[in-house]
């Protein structure tokens, strides 16, 4: 009996080792279909070689010889490399550099496709010296049935091998190469590569970043990969990459590494999604085992990005992927990141364990930047952690491919089509006639000038030389804003004759205000009357004045005893005697007597933007009248930071220093803190601002910068749309600051709760949709991925166009139903009408024409 137990015993431990065995066999065969591809298209030449070529990762490339049949020219002109000219070239090029063939005449390879889609097209070149040919010197062009890959190529770098990698899409049953040499040169090729690649591997869509949505048509577009980067891992060559890919490091391209940790795990930990399409053909499982992602919060600095730069050609948009795998996070649901291309928000919040499920698992996304929104002949990726209150403060990349795709010429080097024909923004020919026509107009120009300067030069003053001034006869040439501005003023010339004040404090002497004595301010305001007094701030108190011509004025008189107070007398002085704008508070004078520092503006009337808002019994202002006014005060914001002569940061952008005048036109006021600040500049200061509206970063880094402004008039923003204080202690602890709090309950899609109710149900919602995203920018915690204040105007601009059209709409319903029901009521006492039907007739006519002329001529604003 016992006997017969130990035999079944090892047998059923045969049957299990069995199954575990046929188990293994089983996963092990699911991986290897998963990571491997039999592509349907595949042609490997070595060009050039007499022999075939077979390379470390087992591909073999077939000769010359093997391939006459593929190419449409019968010359044979191959070249070897020589040792004697050459002893050996770089280590970088592999055994396909060894060889090349030369086309003296246009030539073409002709490859049949037995299956169409995406094809991989590889082509090598190296300029191997040759007694007969200058290869360095031969400059052709390359292109395929539909699209143009090379034009006028060179590779006159004779100490470095070229390597160019395409994705096109083919539907044609014959696919042609074709090598077009430009006249009297030649064109080579080492190697080319025409394979299939998977269908999965690109598919039709992405996100689309400016503006953010949905892009659809990549299968019409030829792609140029640009970069193939393993974030935080080693190279990955061609043997170990399931498409024969080659991945470079990220050393290069991060640009704040020291905020930066490489992390890797086994390649055998990575996992793919069970369903969908990402299998390892889209990445190898070596690039989803390396990452890189941010040092410990508490050493360095919480809030800031993870970023790579890489190099691009201007005028393509670009199809950027993102691999990311989560293989720092101990627990699911807890690493929450945002993604930023060129500083646009691409994904806000990305949980990778929302996405796959599990960790250490694949992941990757799509994006497509178009050809408006690089710049500066770069793209910035960055990740960055969401700052939610959940979560690890943290982010992570895995690999980066930039991919540059075709243009509206179906081109991938410059604006000639295959045919030929120049499709570029404007043809040379056009170029040269518009730069003609430009260059005669203005030599016109020039010459009715000089002409009209020698007429007023016989006709100037005869006391022109004791006056020494040019204005006087050059006025006529002057903007209306330089007259207006300076009739805006009196003659008086005390401020360049008051050379110094009683303190001694030393105020510039380069501006036009008009100085006005002690004595005046005290009459002008009823011996500083506390009934007079329209505003408080941290420079003193301001006085409602009446000059001696009836003129109101506003005065703000300074306490005088702190260098604070001194120190922003001094600086709205001085900034606000070089600053003119419609959108900026014009300083009419100064008083510097008697110990007192007293600054007079032009009065406005209807006074600060947040009395209007909330905590006053003043009439309720439309959101068509807010946008407004925010236009305005942005409009003043970028004439500081862009129109002045000297970049400027106000430093205390917030509603009581938005002012509106009679017709409620708004004015930026307040500069005492203000600091000329360069663009893209930062300044080290000390921090100054306002509660609530402070920029964080700006707290945290005591640097300055222009965005910090953009941060304070995003809290603006905000605070116009809920109509409540920015800061409010007795509130929950969450709702004390406006902006957080808003912001969170966009995040949740609840911001109607917060937003103003007296005005929410008037607001267009794609108004409202473009004003908060312009807003939430605003608000980016780093000061990179904040817009400029060009930006932010045009976007509050869009916004107000929105909501007219939605308003004239509106009202254009209205008018229909009103007309639709007076017809129908008309049509109800037909029966007892006995007048003439013809007049019947033409009363419906004249009013469906007024309506259709309503309609003909309705038009966005």
């Not at 889609?117 to 200058?134: A, E, K, T, V």
């Not at 540059?404 to 081109?411: G, T």
């Not at 029901?821 to 007024?850: F, I, L, R």
Request: charged share 20%.
């Amino acid at each position: 009996m016992e006997v017969e137990n130990k035999v079944i015993i090892v047998k059923l431990s045969n049957f299990v080792s069995s199954l575990s065995l046929i188990l293994h066999l089983f996963l092990f065969t699911l991986a290897k279909c998963d990571s491997s591809f039999s592509p349907n298209v595949n042609y490997l030449i070595d060009c050039g070689s007499s022999h075939p070529t077979q390379l470390k990762d087992g591909r073999i490339f077939k000769s010359d010889r093997e391939t006459t049949s593929l190419l449409s020219t019968t010359e044979d002109l191959h070249i070897s490399l020589n040792s004697n000219l050459s002893p050996s070239i770089p280590s970088l090029s592999l055994p396909l550099y060894q060889t090349a063939r030369v086309f003296q005449e246009e030539s073409t390879y002709s490859f049949y496709i037995s299956k169409s889609g995406r094809l991989w097209i590889r082509l090598y070149f190296f300029p191997l010296p040759d007694p007969s040919f200058n290869l360095t010197s031969a400059v052709f062009s390359v292109q395929t049935n539909h699209h143009v890959l090379l034009h006028e190529f060179s590779a006159w770098n004779n100490d470095t091998p070229v390597f160019k990698e395409y994705l096109v899409n083919v539907s044609d049953s014959i696919f042609s190469l074709e090598f077009k040499p430009k006249k009297n040169s030649f064109a080579f090729i080492n190697a080319i590569e025409v394979v299939s690649a998977p269908d999965t591997l690109i598919s039709d869509s992405a996100t689309a970043l400016s503006p953010l949505g949905e892009f659809k048509g990549l299968l019409n577009s030829a792609l140029e990969v640009s970069y193939r980067i393993n974030v935080g891992g080693p190279v990955i060559t061609p043997d170990n990459d399931t498409l024969s890919r080659t991945w470079e490091t990220d050393g290069s391209y991060n640009i704040f590494p020291q905020g930066s940790v490489n992390v890797s795990v086994s390649n055998k930990s990575i996992k793919y999604p069970r369903t969908g399409i990402l299998t390892p053909l889209i990445a190898p499982n070596s690039v989803y085992a390396s990452a890189v992602h941010m040092k410990d919060a508490r050493v360095m600095e919480p809030n800031f990005n993870l970023s790579w730069v890489v190099n691009v050609e201007s005028g393509y948009s670009y199809l950027i992927r993102i691999h990311f795998c989560d293989i720092v996070s101990k627990s699911l649901n807890r690493l929450y990141f945002n993604v930023y291309i060129n500083g646009i928000e691409g994904v806000s919040s990305l949980d990778l364990s929302l996405q796959t499920k599990a960790l250490a698992t694949a992941f990757y996304k799509d994006f497509v930047l178009n050809a408006f929104s690089i710049t500066s002949g770069s793209i910035l990726v960055q990740v960055g952690p969401a700052n939610l209150q959940h979560g690890m403060t943290d982010a992570i990349a895995n690999g980066i491919e930039v991919m540059k795709m075709s243009n509206n010429a179906d081109s991938l080097d410059g604006f000639f089509s295959v045919d030929g024909k120049y499709k570029g923004p404007s043809s040379p020919t056009k170029a040269i006639k518009i730069f003609a026509c430009v260059g005669i107009a203005l030599a016109v120009t020039t010459m009715l000038l000089l002409a009209m300067i020698c007429i007023r030069w016989k006709k100037r003053p005869q006391d022109w030389e004791t006056h020494n001034r040019f204005s006087s006869w050059l006025l006529p040439f002057h903007s209306a804003r330089m007259v207006s501005s300076k009739s805006s003023f009196r003659s008086s010339n005390a401020f360049s004759s008051h050379k110094s004040n009683k303190h001694g404090h030393g105020v510039s002497q380069k501006g036009r205000e008009r100085f006005f004595p002690f004595s005046e301010m005290l009459q002008a305001t009823n011996n500083f009357d506390e009934k007079k007094v329209i505003g408080i701030g941290g420079f003193g108190k301001v006085y409602l004045g009446t000059l001696e011509d009836g003129t109101k004025v506003a005065i703000k008189r300074g306490s005088g005893s702190s260098e604070q107070g001194i120190n922003e007398f001094r600086t709205e002085l001085e900034m606000l005697s070089k600053l003119r704008h419609r959108h900026l508070v014009s300083l009419m004078g100064f008083c510097d007597e008697n110990s007192e520092m007293v600054l007079v503006y032009e009065y406005m009337a209807n006074g600060p933007f947040r009395s209007h808002l909330y905590g006053s019994n003043l009439p309720l202002l439309s959101w068509e009248k807010r946008l407004e006014i925010c236009i305005g005060a942005a409009r003043g914001l970028h004439y500081l930071h862009t129109g002045a002569a000297q970049s400027i940061t106000h430093r205390d952008v917030k509603t009581t220093n938005i002012l509106l005048d009679e017709n409620y036109v708004a004015k930026v006021s307040d500069f005492g803190l203000s600091k000329a600040v360069p663009e893209k500049a930062q300044v080290s200061t000390a921090v100054k601002g306002s509660l609530g509206y402070l920029d964080p970063e700006y707290y945290r880094t005591q640097q300055l910068t222009q965005k910090s402004d953009i941060y304070s008039f995003g809290v603006v923003l905000i605070e116009v749309l809920c109509a409540r204080p920015v800061i409010c202690p007795t509130l929950p602890r969450e709702e004390i600051n406006l902006a957080d709090w808003a912001m969170a309950q966009h995040r949740r899609r609840v911001l109607n709760e917060v937003i103003d109710p007296r005005i929410i149900k008037s607001i267009s919602p794609q108004s409202l949709n473009v004003f908060v995203q312009i807003a939430e920018r605003c608000l980016s915690d780093s000061g990179v991925d904040r817009p400029s204040v060009g930006d932010v105007l045009w976007h509050l601009e869009y916004a107000l166009r929105l909501q007219d059209d939605a308003t004239r709409i509106k009202e254009l319903d209205e008018k229909i139903e009103s007309i639709v029901t007076n017809e129908c009521n008309d049509n109800d006492n037909v029966a007892g009408h006995s007048g003439d039907p013809a007049s019947d007739v033409s009363n419906s006519t004249d009013a469906n024409s007024a309506l259709f002329s309503q309609i003909a001529n309705f038009q966005g604003r």
